[in-house]
């Protein structure tokens, strides 16, 4: 059974910074292409990162230069830093291994203007 334990989200200002955890069970994680998505209320869940296994990134235009995904296969986490946060940013984020229907509970980010 595989779990995604999401963490780090909370309430903050305009232009603060946060770094959100999501620490996967079991051996699915040195296998995948790791993802962040949020989803925002009344929004479809939109991929906000994606890292692979050998640490190459691609972000979505709206997070591009703000946000940094990272990954820690030791710890079988993938981390997503995010600077300078904008009030458009507030979200449920959830990780998850791409092409699987595995998800976490997600973690509340909100951004305050």
């Known amino acids: 059974q595989v779990q995604l334990v999401e963490s780090g989200g909370g309430l903050v200002q305009a232009g603060g910074s946060l770094r959100l955890s999501c620490a996967a069970s079991?051996?699915?994680?040195?296998?995948?292409?790791m993802g962040w998505y949020r989803q925002a209320p009344g929004n479809q869940r939109e991929l906000v990162a994606t890292?692979?296994?050998?640490?190459?990134?691609n972000y979505a235009d709206s997070v591009k230069g703000r946000f940094t995904i990272s990954r820690d296969s030791a710890k079988r986490t993938v981390y997503l830093q995010m600077n300078s946060l904008k009030p458009e940013d507030t979200a449920v984020y959830y990780c998850?291994?791409?092409?699987?229907?595995?998800w976490g509970q997600g973690t509340q980010v909100t951004v305050s203007s």
């Open positions: 998850n291994p791409q092409t699987t229907n595995y």
């Open positions: 890292i692979t296994i050998i640490g190459s990134t």
């Open positions: 079991g051996s699915l994680f040195s296998r995948y292409v």
